[in-house]
């Protein structure tokens, strides 16, 4: 397979999980701020979820750019992590419905760290395919650290978990200025 119609494919894939995730948001039940301030978990979490995704796009065609061939396991380990991905609108929903609840918190950070996981992955099959040796950066491991972390004790602390897992997403948007790209 082309990489162009993987990362065709990897695209309309992300757009949909977008949509997917704006058709979610509901009005608020009336015209006064309160009735705005009772939906404001879901539009936070939809915000974050939604640079989330953001994110992961801008990573994605830069790793693609350093590809030059696909192999079947790249192919496959994409699609891990678009599926992954593609639970994000379900989790952003659970957790933006009940922001302070144990196990929508842990599913829905659970759900952030597989997809981090799985891109690290996609990311060291295509540098090996491109014959490059690469190790985890501090970017990489702090995420995977926070994503983790916020899945398993974000539940008792929402409000930190949502705000630390924040801040380590907004470090990936400002990729590095390397020529081979860090994960």
Known sequence: MEKNRLEAFSDGVLAIVITIMVLELSLPAGDGLKDF???????????????????????????????????????????IWLFVISLIPFTTAWAGKYPTSFAPLSVYFSDMA?????????YFLIMRQNGE?????????????VY??????GGFCPVAAFIVVAIVSCWWVFPERKKKPQV
């Open 133 to 145: 040796k690469c190790k985890l950066g501090l970017r990489s491991i702090v995420s995977l650290v």
């Open 37 to 79: 301030a009772d939906i404001l978990p879901l539009l936070l979490t939809y915000l974050l979820s939604f640079f989330f995704v953001a994110i992961y796009w801008v990573n994605h065609h830069l790793i693609f750019n350093v590809l030059g061939k696909t192999n079947l396991k790249i192919i496959w380990v994409n699609i």
């Open 148 to 153: 983790t972390s916020a899945a398993a004790v």
């Open 114 to 122: 597989l997809a981090s996981i799985a891109f690290h992955v996609l």
